[in-house]
Nanobody, 123 residues
């Protein structure tokens, strides 16, 4: 019942920044744990960052700690991923996902997924 649409991806130089947005629509109850995953060529989809329903708790994959910040704006029904000091290894398709229950790292727990947005970081 929830539709998620990612935006904000693109090509950026190493050390640069991008802000990804995920706009949610289509469900009356709009409080979900939200997470960002990414999938690089030849690799499994992996957890990047997530935020709880309340926005109080956040979680980050170790390689992005200190560089990425996840946040949400409940009024806009949108979750963001601010990506700073980007590295070539951050290159991947980034997906937004929503979880009815709580913030977890395994993709199987997430009920709704966006189509993804490509992030490419050049060296």
């Amino acid at each position: 019942q929830v539709q998620l649409v990612e935006s904000g991806g693109g090509l950026v130089q190493a050390g640069g920044s991008l802000r990804l947005s995920c706009a949610a629509s289509g469900r009356t109850s709009s409080s979900y744990a939200m997470a960002w995953f990414r999938q690089a060529p030849g690799k499994e989809r992996e957890f990047v960052a997530g935020i709880s329903k309340s926005g109080v708790s956040t979680s980050y994959e170790d390689s992005v700690k200190g560089r990425f910040t996840v946040s949400r704006d409940s009024a806009k029904n949108t979750v963001y991923l601010q990506m700073n000091n980007l590295k070539p290894e951050d290159t991947a398709v980034y997906y937004c996902a929503a979880n009815l229950f709580s913030l977890l790292r395994a993709p199987g727990y997430y009920n709704f997924w966006g189509q993804g947005t490509q992030v490419t970081v050049s060296s």
